[in-house]
């Protein structure tokens, strides 16, 4: 099965996707997971899980999260199958946090009912 685990929709500074041209895209091609990682927030998710429901796709939440050093953005990090969004913060803050909120039961990959 094909995956893509970095997809920006509309809730993203940087994307114009509303979730259900994701989910079309994503049928079209074949790829039967895809991960929603917008940039620090949540706001897809519930959108996406929606659009979902008409597609043969499974989604994984996630969110691309901001991290600061020393007052100053030094990069990004990439958090998947998270059951709460993280806020931005400190390098190892947010990659705990990350830890912390990221699914380890036995339902890894979200879909809405
Ligand atoms: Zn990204």
Redesign the pocket.
């Known amino acids: 099965m094909k995956a893509d685990l970095?997809v920006?929709s509309v809730y993203?500074r940087?994307a114009i996707s509303k979730p259900q041209s994701i989910l079309a895209a994503a049928a079209d091609r074949g790829i039967g997971i895809i991960a929603i990682?917008d940039?620090d927030t949540a706001e897809g998710w519930n959108p996406v899980l929606q659009a979902a429901k008409r597609y043969p796709v499974q989604i994984v939440l996630g969110q691309?999260i901001k991290v600061f050093k020393g007052g100053e953005v030094v990069g990004?990090l990439?958090g998947l199958f998270l059951k709460t969004p993280v806020a931005s913060g400190a390098v190892h803050g947010v990659m705990a946090e990350i830890r912390r909120r990221a699914s380890s039961d036995d339902a890894p990959l979200s879909r809405m009912q």
């Open positions: 970095h920006h993203s940087d990682t940039h691309e990004e990439l």
